[in-house]
Structure formats: C-alpha cells, structure tokens
C-alpha cells in the first residue's frame, strides 16, 4: 500500500480528493491529511509518504516552499502540484523541484486517477531498478574478498609466467594500482603449543581476521592494501606506495605500525609474532621477490619476536639469501617455498567446490529443463554471480550453458521419440519448447536430421 500525504487549507478539497480515490483506487493508498504547509513538512516527516498532493495557496508556509523541504529530506518522494490557478504560472519554480504532475481545481477524477497511476509505475520501475542496483552490488562485494585472495595468490606464487593479465583483471576489479608495492610478513606462532590440529584450524579465521582488523585500524586509509588468507601460520600483506615515496620514509611508518601489531596480537589472541618487510618493488616477479625478502626477513633467527625489513640486514646476510636462490633448483625452489602447497591446496578446494556447485546446477537443470530456464535463475539458484557461473560452467561441462541445455532437451526428446507413444508436437511441448518449428530446426542442428526423418530411421 502506497502512502498519500493530501495538503490543502480546505478540509472539503482533501475529503473530495480523498473519496475520489479511495473509490476509485481501492486498497491502493494509506491517505495522510494535512492543512497548511508547516504540517505537511511535520507529516512527510513522520509518515515518509511515496506520493504528495500540495496546494498552491495555504496560509503561512506556501506549498511550493513545502514541497522543496519535504524534498530535501525525501528525494524519492513523487510531488503532484494542486492550484486553482494556470500552472504556467508557477511551472518554472515546480519543475526546479521535480514536480512533473499538476492538477488543476477542481480536477475530473479520471485525471486524478491517471496522475497516481503513472506516479505509481513510476515508483515500481524506481524500486526494480533499485532492487537490481543493490543485487549488482551485493554480488560485486562477495566477489571482492575472493579477488583479493586471487591477487595475493598470485604475487605469492613460484609460477608467475601467464599471470600478469589475470593480476591486471584483479586489479581493476579491486580498483588499486600496483605498480609499486612491498610485502610484509606476518609470521605467528601459537602460544598454546597444546592445541589440537582441529582446534588450530578452527581458530584460523578468526586470527586472520583479527590481523587484518588491527592492520586496518593502524594503516587506516594512508595506504592502498590487500592481504592473504593464512598459509602455513604466516600472513602476507601487499602494501602499495604512493608514488615517489621514499623507501625509508616508508619502511619506518611501517615498523611504527608492526610495533602496534604485535602487542595486541599476544594480547587478543595469545600468538606471538614476527613481522618481516620486503623491499619496494615493481610489476608481478618484483612483488614476489618483496614476499621472499619479507619471509626471509620474518624467519631471520635474530628476528622472532620483533620487526624485520630486509633492506636493514647486513649485505653479508642480503648476499647470503641471493646465493641461496642462485643454487636451488626450480623443483627444489618449489619444495623449499612452503606457501606453494597451501596455494595448491587452496585452489583444490576451490576447484572442488567448484565442481560440487556445478554438479548441484546440472541436477537443477535435469529437473526443470521442460521450463524457460535462464542462466541467471541457475546462478541465482547456486549463489554465484551469472558472469562468474557461465564461466565455470563451461570450464568445467565444456558446453556453454545453452548448448548444455539444448543437448539435454534434444537428448530427452530422442528417448521419446524412440519409444514411439507420442506425436512430435507432443514431444517438443515435453522437453520445454513452445514452437514445432523451432523445435525441428534446433533438433536438425544438433543431429543432422529431421525429428520426422529421426522416427522414420
């Protein structure tokens, strides 16, 4: 039911309008009266109403001044002018407001009833428009928290090669520039030595999130930021400068603010920790080598417990980490690199979930596909984005979602065909198509013939 704020000085104008529209639009609106101006702003106020009736002339506050006051605290208000006088008049000061209807007194009730019926499809477009704004959203936020982990991933891996683009896509989506960048490493260790393995696990989300939480409030927005889940006990944040900023301008706010982690870390959630920074880098591979400095600055043995940046270790120490990488082999690289199996295991659960998520739309499909089934509906039904779900379906099927469903429609109606107890009109009406023809084009596409020639062979 839509709410109608009526103002008018004249209690007989409201309570005509009012009959009028009660008996012409029953059960259509919850009417709200008003007799000056300074009570329509205190009603629309209290009432929030979708629609409001305002009279020209009302003694004190002028209805075109209580319009622009209603208006500014309701901007989704629609607003129908009512005047006894010509509305050029004061059409110019009521088009500035928004107000798109008028009525002239005394007004036939077909023209009232036309004016609320195109206000109210207005409003119905409005909300619909709104409501496919706020889903769009909706999705874009789930997917920005999959898109962070995604990047982090990706500057954490061995195996750049052929990830620069996907890196860029992120990067967009997340809206951040990453031309230059430094690691740091968050490496914790447990306090309770005790915990079981299940119980570790169960407390490795809240950790992380307790991690990012208190990085937030130190960095608040100063810096552009993304952080990894937590892999093997260690957490990584990617942190992008500002350009020309100075390396060690940088590197001293960051271990003012590593001092403010640790504390708090111990404190809430009875881990101790190291943090090691890399160095400022550049593009993809320079983002990976931040995060081996930062790991190697992290697990330096004079380090536990405090903060670390790579750049203030002796050059013996830098030399020592540079020879070490010279001497280990690609496969031993990828051994010694313990973030490696967790990114492996990661992407296997997430290709497992994918798969049950398709698994669980192909049994969806099996059991409607006699109906008008759209990709976005399937999506909806799995909880995934329709982009993000047309892509994994076809990863994982290799049919596009409509040529999925056209196989199986063309498949069931074989089967039908076969067993000869039914016209071909009847069987295309079975598998989910409406017209004959559509239906013997689409059948002779798929199998090279005709469903008569199909029945005849």
Known sequence: MYRLLIADDEALEREGLEWIITRMMPETFHIIHASNGREAIQKADEYRPHIVMMDVQMPGIQGLDALK????????????LVTAYEYF???????????????????KRERI???LQRLMDEIKEERASRGEQLAIREKYLQLLPLAETELALAFMSDRTHGREVEAQRLAELLELSWQQGLALVIALKQADASNSTQAAEDRRKPIADTVRGLFSEQIKDRYRWIASPLLHEHIVIFLFAREGMEEDVLLQELRELGTALLKPLEQRCAI????????IQTELEGMRRSYDEAVFASTYPSSW?????????QHPVQEEYKRQGERVSDEAASERSYVELAIKRIREEREQHTYNVVERAGAYIQERYQEELSL????????LNPHYFSKVFKQQTGETFIDYVTRLRIDKAKALILEGQFSLKEVCYMIGYKDPNYFSRVFKKVTGVTPTEYRTR
């Open 305 to 313: 417990g405090r903060i670390c940046a790579f750049a203030n270790l």
């Open 113 to 115: 009833v036309s004016v």
């Open 69 to 80: 006051e209603i208006k500014a605290h309701n901007p989704t208000v629609k607003m129908v």
């Open 272 to 279: 101790q920790a190291s943090i090691g920074i890399g160095s």
């Open 89 to 107: 008049d004061y059409a110019q000061q009521a088009l500035s407001l928004g107000v798109k209807e008028y009525l002239v007194k005394p007004a």
């Open 376 to 383: 976005e509906e399937v999506a909806e039904q799995v909880h």
